[in-house]
């Protein structure tokens, strides 16, 4: 016997399959969007062009071609460097990489903080990893300006990039397949995200050091409820010290660019999701939700990860319920509960 439904449980299943089409495609926009939070859009773009249009790559053993530009020159000879250099186009390589970064950044973060903090501030338990705690005016027009003057930089060093590899100059990034063999590709992925994995802890814990943290990192941390403005608000040092090591496997090992595209791609969207301070999961059993990061800027110096628990797993600097945070508790590991209500009781024992 089939199952008869009425009409309006079938505008209610209807209304519900929109729903998750809306959500899915929400979701690959801000993946294909989220590139630009680091101002890496014109160089994922560069990479992907040459994916696309280099069809024989000489092999690892052959002598490296004489480098010359993969287009045209699309600016005027008064605006360009010398042929020596092998930087054609910069200023407009440049350009593309603020411009693209900027206005993604822009809109990006503007519509989910539209969304989320404008439309929705009236029920923040039903979003919001910190419901009680909003950042002040002040520190969100802080985390606007300054994510907004990093972006400016970040789009810069992308446009170099961009103009390095469309010139021909030297990287280790390969573009076909077949040049290392499928197994190195697929292989790839795993080091490639392991590496950006363990790099962003071990970084992101120097930074908690005391000396660090007090002149670098705590810039940062002023955002102790975050939005998506801030993923990107810190210490222009800081900024800079991160892209060394997202910069370095360009020039140091072989790499698929695709591999490169889809690493990136992936971590930039999830670095979106941790600042959101928005509630949400993730279907990928090592990815924490985002509540994992939002613990950080609630506790400070914990869970220094971003797209695994696996290295806090290791070194035991996850968050602990029965350990005790605080901004002046270094170390990750917390202090244990019964050591704070001894310390408060000598203090006020010495009034």
């Known amino acids: 016997m089939g199952i008869e439904l009425s009409a309006g449980e079938l505008l209610h299943h209807f209304r519900d399959y929109l729903r998750h089409c809306v959500a899915l495609m929400a979701t690959a926009v801000l993946v294909l969007l989220s590139c630009a939070l680091k101002g890496d859009v014109a160089l994922i773009g560069a990479l992907s062009y040459k994916v696309l249009t280099v069809k024989n790559n000489p092999s690892p053993q052959d002598p490296a071609p004489k480098p010359r530009p993969y287009l045209e020159p699309l600016l005027p000879d008064y605006l360009q460097l010398p042929d020596e250099y092998g930087l054609t186009d910069l200023l407009f390589y ?3 990489g603020v411009a693209s970064s900027q206005l993604i950044y822009q809109l990006l973060c503007g519509a989910i903080q539209l969304f989320y903090y404008t439309l ?5 338990e039903t979003w919001k990893c910190q419901p009680n705690r909003f950042l002040t005016r002040s520190n969100e027009w802080h985390e606007i300006v300054v994510g907004t003057l990093n972006m400016t930089l970040a789009g810069s060093m992308s446009g170099f990039l961009t103009c ?3 010139n021909g100059n030297y990287t280790s990034v390969y573009f076909v397949i077949g040049d290392y063999g499928h197994a190195y590709y697929f292989l790839s992925f795993i080091w490639l995200f392991l590496w950006f994995e363990a790099s962003a802890y071990y970084s992101h814990r120097l930074l908690h050091t005391p000396w660090l943290y007090k002149t ?3 810039h940062h941390h ?3 409820s975050p939005t998506p403005y801030s993923v990107i608000a810190m210490s222009p040092f800081e900024m ?3 892209q060394i090591f997202f910069v370095a496997p360009l020039f140091t090992v072989p790499i698929h660019a695709s591999v490169y ?3 990136e791609l992936y971590i930039f969207y999830f670095g979106l999701v941790d600042h959101s301070g928005v509630k949400m999961t993730s279907w990928l059993p090592w990815q924490p939700d985002s509540m994992f990061h939002d613990d950080h800027h609630k506790f400070f110096h914990c869970n220094f990860g971003f797209n695994a628990r696996l290295f806090d797993w290791l070194h035991g600097t996850y968050h602990k319920a029965n350990r005790t945070y605080g901004e002046e508790v270094f170390g990750g590991y917390g202090k244990p509960v019964c050591v704070l209500v001894c310390t ?3 203090a006020v024992s010495r009034l």
């Open 344 to 346: 408060c009781l000598i």
């Open 164 to 166: 390095w590899i469309l």
């Open 222 to 224: 002023r955002y102790h």
């Open 120 to 124: 929705q501030r009236g029920n923040p």
């Open 94 to 96: 440049v350009g593309v």
């Open 240 to 242: 800079m010290f991160y």
């Open 261 to 263: 595209v889809a690493i």
């Open 216 to 218: 670098v990192h705590k």
